[in-house]
Nanobody
Framework: VQLQASGGGLVQAGDSLRLSCLAS????????MGWFRRAPGKEREFVAR????????YYADSVKGRFTISRDNAKTTWYLQMNSLKPEDTAVYYC???????????????????WGQGTQVTVSS
C-alpha cells in the first residue's frame, strides 16, 4: 500500500485547509484511516481516525470541533478538513492506515501499518 498525502500549505490563523490522502497499490477497504502530525521539536501525535466502516471517528482534544476526517465512497482517499486553524496547528501532517488485525490503541503510531510521506501545514498568526 502506498499513501500519498497532499493539500498542505501556508495559511493565516482562522483559515481552512483540506488535506487528502490517496491510497494506491494493494489497497485495503477494511483499513482504519488516520491522521497524525509532528510539530517542530515534538513527537508525532494523533490527530484523527475513522473506522473502515465509517461508523466511528475519533479526534485529539486539541482539534475536536475544528477538524473533520472523512473519506470517499471507494475508500481509497480520505480527507482531513481543518477549520479555524491556529498557529499551534503548524506541523507536518501524515496519513496512516491500520490494517487488520486492528490495534485498540488507535492514538498510537504503532497501531498503523502504512504511512504517507507527510505534507507541511504552516499557520501564521
Amino acid at each position: 500500500v502506498q499513501l500519498q498525502a497532499s493539500g498542505g500549505g501556508l495559511v493565516q490563523a482562522g483559515d481552512s485547509l483540506r488535506l487528502s490522502c490517496l491510497a494506491s497499490g494493494r489497497t485495503f477497504s477494511d483499513g482504519n484511516m488516520g491522521w497524525f502530525r509532528r510539530a517542530p521539536g515534538k513527537e508525532r501525535e494523533f490527530v484523527a481516525r475513522m473506522a473502515w466502516t465509517g461508523a466511528n471517528t475519533y479526534y485529539a482534544d486539541s482539534v475536536k470541533g475544528r477538524f473533520t476526517i472523512s473519506r470517499d465512497n471507494a475508500k481509497t482517499t480520505w480527507y482531513l478538513q481543518m477549520n479555524s486553524l491556529k498557529p499551534e496547528d503548524t506541523a507536518v501532517y501524515y496519513c496512516a492506515l491500520d490494517r487488520p488485525p486492528y490495534s485498540v490503541n488507535y492514538y498510537s503510531t504503532g497501531a498503523y501499518d502504512d504511512w504517507g510521506q507527510g505534507t507541511q501545514v504552516t499557520v501564521s498568526s
